[in-house]
């Protein structure tokens, strides 16, 4: 009886390894993970363009839908050898408060901090999830607002800490 008990408890154990060895890291939205190829990106984005030759590993797409919600751009880093590095999504600053939310509400209140000058001001939220550091960024300026929200793999666990 203990060792049919011993021999399920390690299969179990195995199996969990397994499993738990295969999952890949999500960036972000649903469909993209982090080191996925430009290929890949390309199916899930749409049309992508190199941003210019000085940053070789820099693309962009326009027009992006991220569920329903529409993202004026979307700019990555993206090299041959470890794949897709980084995102950042530029949504319209009438759709703020709705991402902020849907941000709140998966992850938990942000760490947040504003700065103000006369020509700018800037409000800025981060999180940490384990997996991705999220920053969101409003950016107030003399002639244009921006929303931006970037990730990229997170490098500290916040279990560590």
């Not at 390894?17 to 972000?28: F, H, M």
């Not at 939205?29 to 899930?44: C, N, R, T």
């Amino acid at each position: 009886m203990l060792n049919r008990l011993q021999a399920a408890l390690i299969s179990l154990m195995a199996s969990l390894l397994i499993l738990w060895g295969i999952q890949p890291a999500q960036a972000c939205v649903e469909g993209l993970e982090w080191g996925m190829p430009l290929d890949q990106v390309h199916a899930h984005l749409g049309e992508v363009h190199q941003a210019n030759t000085t940053h070789p590993e820099r693309f962009f797409a326009r027009n992006v839908m991220l569920d329903r919600l529409p993202v004026s751009q979307v700019t990555f880093d993206l090299t041959p050898d470890a794949g897709l590095q980084s995102l950042a999504y530029e949504f319209a600053i009438d759709d703020m408060t709705e991402v902020l939310a849907g941000l709140r509400a998966r992850h938990g209140s942000p760490l947040s901090t504003s700065s103000m000058d006369p020509k700018q001001n800037e409000q800025i939220w981060v999180w940490n999830t384990g997996e991705d550091l999220i920053t969101a960024v409003k950016h107030d300026g003399t002639t244009h607002q921006q929303f931006v929200i970037a990730y990229r793999p997170s490098r500290l666990r916040p279990e560590t800490l």
